[in-house]
């Protein structure tokens, strides 16, 4: 039986027991994705107070995996501590561009090309992960205007810093799109010219034989495959996703030959290995009689059928699948490509029916 707990209380008990897991936890895990299920844009979903509320009544881990990002984990679990009313641990939190952290041993001292987010937000990102050389399109752009004259340079309130532009005539060893892109004009052109050029140097692109002959010039990897994501707008707008295609068709007509690229993010296996990693941490599983880890039993709650449900599905997780974001069927229809364990109308009846499945299994 679920007894109701009050906000109030269930502030106080979030902050008296601490932000990691306690010795009586729940055999099971929820992950949440956020966009679309806890809130759209910056509108904290009804549903949601009443879902954590539940999970903590009931002593159950549970951690955030988006493909949202853009920023620090730090300061995203802060925005998302203010919305949701209690605390968010960053250390619970996973965003697109966290498991590109994989990618620091190979290019620590390599010239980075880091795509997406607002001003330099991303640029900070990848240098807390390590990476020690970062160019922005907003900084090669704030140095040659001329790059994509149909966009103006961003107003910033505070001038680029001259050593933020040490890097912006080196030339290009990976390009890594972090965040959605805000300028796609500029950004499309900026990636096209990093993998035609010659040798990675911007202003320069191999001749039309070489081109259509040989690979691109630079790896280019994206921190999430999403085409569309929800927001308070009443249907779903463009991801990252659709900048890649974007950027995959231009490629292929001018070079002839189709774009080579990495994808993080869900329903990528990488990022949900990433995510087992984290509850390994938060909620270790202690030893079977023969001596060997019991397999972990994770319910994923989302919005997005193509990356939510098809990387749970995929990875062995149980999938639930909410109808307060992308997925909008008329009943309860459940999803013709990549159908969930179940489907519910939002987060709280996700939790009320993860509760009861395990419920369940405890009177078998």
């Known amino acids: 039986m679920i007894a109701h707990l009050s906000l109030r209380s269930f502030r106080n008990t979030y902050l008296t ?13 929820v992950v949440f994705d956020i966009d679309g299920v806890l809130i759209k844009g910056k509108r904290l979903i009804p549903q949601t107070r009443r879902a954590l509320e539940l999970l903590w009544e009931n002593n159950v881990p549970y951690i955030f995996l988006t493909n949202g990002g853009g920023v620090r984990e730090t300061e995203k679990a802060e925005e998302l501590s203010k919305k949701l009313g209690v605390p968010v641990n960053p250390d619970h939190l996973i965003v697109s561009h966290s498991p590109m952290r994989a990618l620091v041993p190979k290019y620590k001292d390599s010239n980075v090309l880091v795509v997406g987010g607002v001003g330099s937000s991303c640029k900070h990102v990848a240098l807390d992960y390590g990476f020690r050389n970062v160019v922005t399109p907003e900084e090669v752009h704030a140095v040659h205007p001329s790059v994509c004259p149909i966009s103006s340079c961003e107003a910033r309130p505070v001038p680029i810093e001259k050593e933020y532009l040490k890097n912006v005539g080196k030339p290009i060893d990976a390009v890594m799109v972090f965040h959605d892109s ?84 869900k329903p990528m296996t990488s990022t949900y290995k990433y995510a087992e990693t984290l509850l390994d941490k938060i909620s270790p599983l202690a030893p079977g009689p023969d001596g060997r880890r019991p397999k972990r039993t994770v319910y994923a709650v989302g919005d997005n059928p193509y990356a939510d449900i ?26 013709h490509e990549h159908p969930a364990a179940t ?6 009846d996700a939790v009320r029916w993860i509760i009861a499945q395990e419920e369940k299994k405890k009177r078998q």
């Open 17 to 29: 027991r601490g932000l990691h897991t306690t010795p009586n936890a729940a055999p099971f895990n």
């Open 182 to 265: 805000v300028d796609w004009g500029r950004d499309l052109q900026l990636c096209l010219d990093a993998l035609a050029s010659k040798g990675g140097a911007l202003g320069t692109v191999k001749d039309p034989e070489e081109l259509q002959s040989t690979k691109q010039s630079v790896p280019i990897y994206f921190s999430n495959p999403d085409i569309v994501w929800s927001n308070e707008y009443p249907v779903p707008r463009f991801g990252q996703g659709a900048f890649r295609l974007c950027l995959e068709k231009i490629y292929k007509t001018l070079a002839g030959q189709e774009l080579e690229y990495t994808t993080y993010g």
């Open 343 to 348: 489907v519910v109308d939002h987060v709280e």
């Open 310 to 335: 098809a990387g749970a599905n995929a990875y062995g997780w149980n999938s639930v699948l909410v109808k307060t974001g992308v997925f909008k069927p008329r009943g309860y229809e459940n999803h």
